[in-house]
């Protein structure tokens, strides 16, 4: 599949490519690692929770 492709589809389908993907990668059972950027956010949105300073929103 490649991008024009994809741009033909319909809302619809794009979502139950999507769905699949993710479902075919839930089975995988090879190990992917979050790269060290995705760790140092979490941590820093951790120290923020602690110390009372963190602002959450709701969507």
């Not at 993907?21 to 923020?48: F, G, Q, V, Y």
């Amino acid at each position: 599949m490649n991008t024009s492709e994809i741009t033909r589809m319909s809302k619809v389908e794009k979502l139950q490519t999507i769905e699949a993907i993710w479902d075919s990668l839930i089975h995988d059972n090879s190990d992917i690692e979050s790269p060290e950027w995705h760790s140092d956010i979490l941590t820093a949105r951790k120290k923020k929770i602690e110390a009372g300073t963190a602002e959450f929103c709701s969507i």
